[in-house]
């Protein structure tokens, strides 16, 4: 299974972007629930936020609760990632993956990661 990020760019703080993460070479894996993560320069990968396979589930790292939303769409096999009021911490490298278990923030736990896109965010 391959999964490919896209949609990172340059905006302002207080801007937005959608990212989409597609998903290819797995038709099972509508099956598995998908998650991003980011990972800032010198800094450890960090959890972002996740979703059920059924696109119903969700849940997120506290730091975006509120500002960014996931979403899913199977039929199109692509995870998106609304980001709203971005800050400048919010830079990083957004990367997407797929996890067997519901829940967990664990890097550990995810698994066929993609190339990530380039979030920056300007103060």
């Known amino acids: 299974v391959q999964l490919q990020a896209s949609g990172g760019g340059l905006v302002q703080a207080g801007g937005s972007l959608r990212l989409s993460c597609s998903v290819s070479g797995d038709t099972f894996t509508s099956n598995y629930a998908l998650g991003w993560f980011r990972q800032a320069q010198g800094k450890e990968r960090e959890f972002v936020a996740a979703i059920g396979w059924r696109g119903v589930s969700t849940y997120y790292a506290d730091s975006v609760k509120g500002r960014f939303t996931i979403s899913r769409d199977n039929a199109k096999n692509t995870v998106y990632l609304q980001m709203n009021s971005l800050k400048a911490e919010d830079t990083a490298v957004y990367y997407c993956?797929?996890?067997?278990?519901?829940?967990?923030?664990?890097?550990?736990?995810?698994?066929?990661w993609g190339q990530g896109t380039q979030v920056t965010v300007s103060s």
């Open positions: 993956a797929r996890v067997g278990l519901f829940g967990t923030q664990d890097l550990a736990d995810f698994d066929s």
